[in-house]
């Protein structure tokens, strides 16, 4: 890994902060895309909406029958309201410098794209009375607006990151769910292993893989010196075509072997391209964060 100057981190971290206001702003823009129904979590339990009648079973007092709708049938019903406790959510976006890359100046790095949809399923988890947080300490999980502001510093945290991220499970609610966003283009154990250790917690969630274009296609030819944003990986080729096969059987391997693990320990997995509309990667994980309920 190599070390970064102080004063090119104070740079970097200026940077990100005064794009901060920016990024929210495109966030809850495109939170708003997605249309809302009625955010219920679809689970017998203390609320105040009513969710549906069901048969009296053995064991329930006579205070939970509806005896309104009973005298209608020749049964005792039970009725029955919406589950609404708060549940938690934790984040994980990585801030490895691999992350970083672009293979067009046009197009947003992966971080950007990771911070934005991290963002904006922040809004739409907050709007549904969730607690958000990013795993490890930098923003414990609160609900409210308000934990949109400890999201956005948590995301401005900037150190001396290594070429690739291993997912941080520091402080993970039990029984809560999560969303890893990465490449995951690092060691691929150390991800078994920090899904294992949520899955032994009893926390679901999804694995959000992305990578650039240019990651999927590997549309290099000839001479080509290849270099991990960080600088720590170097391999120069006078034939770049030669690899493209074998580039893309290992990537196809990474994310089947990601897709794998994550269906293995009931989590969802999503490869998004920062090529892509970031509109369905929200879709998307919004509805895999209601299906993880």
């Known amino acids: 890994m190599t070390q970064t100057a102080p004063i090119d981190l104070q740079s970097r971290a200026e940077s990100l902060g005064a794009s901060l206001p920016a990024l929210l702003a495109q966030a809850e823009h495109l939170a708003a895309t997605v249309i809302l129904g009625d955010h219920g979590r679809r689970r017998a339990g203390m609320g105040d909406e009513f969710w549906q009648y069901r048969p009296a079973h053995a064991g329930d007092s006579a205070a939970q029958i509806d005896w309104r709708r ?86 401005a945290a900037t150190t001396d990151s290594p070429d690739y991220g291993t997912p941080n499970v520091g402080n993970l609610t039990s029984h809560s769910r ?60 006078l034939r770049a075509g030669d690899l493209r096969t074998r580039y893309l059987d290992r990537l196809a391997e990474r994310k089947a072997r990601l897709e794998t693990l994550a269906r293995a320990s009931g989590w969802h997995y999503l490869c998004h391209h920062t090529g892509q509309s970031a509109q369905s990667a929200l879709l998307w994980l919004f509805a895999a ?4 309920r």
């Open 289 to 292: 964060m209601e299906r993880g």
């Open 70 to 155: 009973s005298a209608r049938s020749d049964q005792h019903f039970v009725r029955e309201r919406e589950w609404q406790a708060a549940q938690t959510v934790s984040i994980w976006v990585d801030q490895a410098r691999s992350l970083q890359f672009s293979g067009d100046s046009a197009r947003a790095t992966k971080a950007d794209r990771a911070q934005l949809l991290a963002l904006a399923l922040s809004v739409l988890l907050l709007r549904g009375g969730e607690r958000v947080g990013l795993t490890g300490d930098a923003a414990r999980p609160r609900a409210g607006r308000a934990q949109l502001l400890h999201l956005l510093q948590g995301m």
């Open 178 to 237: 999560a969303v890893f966003f990465s490449d995951f283009l690092g060691d691929p154990e150390q991800v078994e292993t920090a899904l294992g250790l949520a899955s032994d917690r009893g926390v679901q969630g999804a694995l959000v893989q992305i990578l650039d274009p240019a990651e999927e296609e590997f549309p290099f030819d000839g001479r080509t010196i290849f270099e991990s944003m960080g600088g720590s990986l170097r391999h120069e080729t």
